[in-house]
């Protein structure tokens, strides 16, 4: 086997030709959006990208809402969080948004202090 370079490519941004995120065989390089946010009290965003707000729906009911459209609503969503005692479950997937929830093992929705969700899919 011959020797093989390797060379470092440094970049602020990387765009499509055709702007939206860039690929490498077909395959989106970074999640579309994703957020990290307080789910307890007054919820907050900690940090995110492509999401533009978390709508409060009750107890355990939080709606994140994209900031640029999806380019359908067949994406993939994971919701999760610090709590490792409740289940996150997502629904309602929408181009604009999707709704995710927090139980207890009884069944009951709680807030969870720490929350996190990551979309991947194309955007439209």
């Known amino acids: 086997m011959g020797d093989y370079l390797m060379s470092l490519i440094k ?6 030709v055709t702007g939206g995120i860039p690929t490498v065989k077909g395959q989106q390089l970074i999640p579309t959006a994703w957020v ?8 907050a965003i900690r940090d995110s ?7 409060d729906g009750g107890v355990g009911v939080y709606t994140i809402n ?10 993939s969503a994971t919701f999760s969080g610090g709590e ?3 289940n996150k479950t ?8 999707f709704d995710g929830f927090v139980r207890q093992d009884s069944g009951t929705f ?8 990551i979309i ?5």
Do not use: H, P
Request: cysteine-free; proline content about 0%.
């Open 11 to 16: 970049a602020n941004d990387l765009t499509n």
């Open 84 to 86: 490792s005692r409740y």
């Open 90 to 97: 997502v629904d309602g997937l929408t181009t604009t948004k």
């Open 66 to 75: 994209f900031t640029a459209a999806m380019a359908n609503s067949n994406y």
């Open 49 to 55: 990208e492509n999401v533009s707000s978390i709508t």
């Open 36 to 43: 990290n946010f307080n789910g307890t009290g007054t919820v």
């Open 110 to 117: 709680t807030d969870a202090t720490y929350l996190t969700g």
């Open 120 to 124: 991947l899919g194309g955007q439209a």
